[in-house]
């Protein structure tokens, strides 16, 4: 972050030109770290200003060294306890199980509900507003007394559902950063098949 200019007290801007996720994930762990973060909802394709193709060269930032919170992450063993709304912010067929590209097993954890991520855009790539948001959530099961964990394949796209979650009002949400790929690897750990329950 330093090399890439970001100063303390700065507010960080990410944009990506997929879907926000990556952008989201970035904006995520600043805002874990204390540090002010947004994503351009829409992308590069929202940008409707000049475009530059040459490399930036900012000068070099002083953003702080912090540790990671653990108040914003979540373990294996916090997931299973099932105290915890889990959502899975996987694409629905790797929810239930009919395909998994990369982990050694199909499936979700048992008691996880799917809100694949790509639900929290309209039609544009651009994040609902924040009331559907919170209907969106309210209908899967999160409430303002209980906390939301969320995973999806290796930790990225669940940022994603974690920044909608924020933008609803939502604020008892933490991360599975080692997500399905953790999951699934460790074959202690029940595996669930099917839709939503």
């Given amino acids: 972050m330093r090399r890439a200019g970001v100063t303390a007290g700065s507010t960080v801007v990410a944009y990506d030109d997929t879907n926000g996720a990556p952008a989201g994930r970035l904006v995520w762990m600043l805002r874990a770290l204390g540090h002010d973060a947004a994503v351009l909802s829409g992308g590069l394709a929202a940008w409707d200003g000049a475009l530059a193709t040459q490399d930036e ?7 702080p060294v912090r540790d990671w919170p653990a108040h914003r992450i979540a373990t294996a063993d916090e997931v299973a306890a099932g105290e915890a709304l889990v959502i899975d912010a996987r694409a629905a067929e790797r929810y239930r199980g009919e395909v998994e590209p990369i982990d050694p097993r199909a499936g979700h954890v048992p008691g996880a509900v799917n809100l694949p991520f790509s639900g929290n855009l309209d039609e544009h790539g651009r994040f609902l507003p924040p009331e559907e948001l919170r209907r969106r ?3 899967a099961g999160a409430r303002e007394d209980r906390e939301t964990i969320v995973y999806c394949g290796s930790g990225v796209t669940a940022t994603h559902d974690l920044l909608a979650l924020e933008s609803a009002g939502f604020t008892r949400v933490r991360l599975f950063p080692g997500s399905w790929s953790q999951w ?3 074959p202690a750990r029940p595996v669930a098949v099917g839709p939503n329950p």
């Avoid at 060269?57 to 953003?63: E, F, I, L, Q, R």
């Fill in 137 to 139: 959530f309210e209908a």
């Fill in 57 to 63: 060269s900012p000068d070099a930032g002083d953003v």
């Fill in 184 to 186: 699934s690897a460790d």
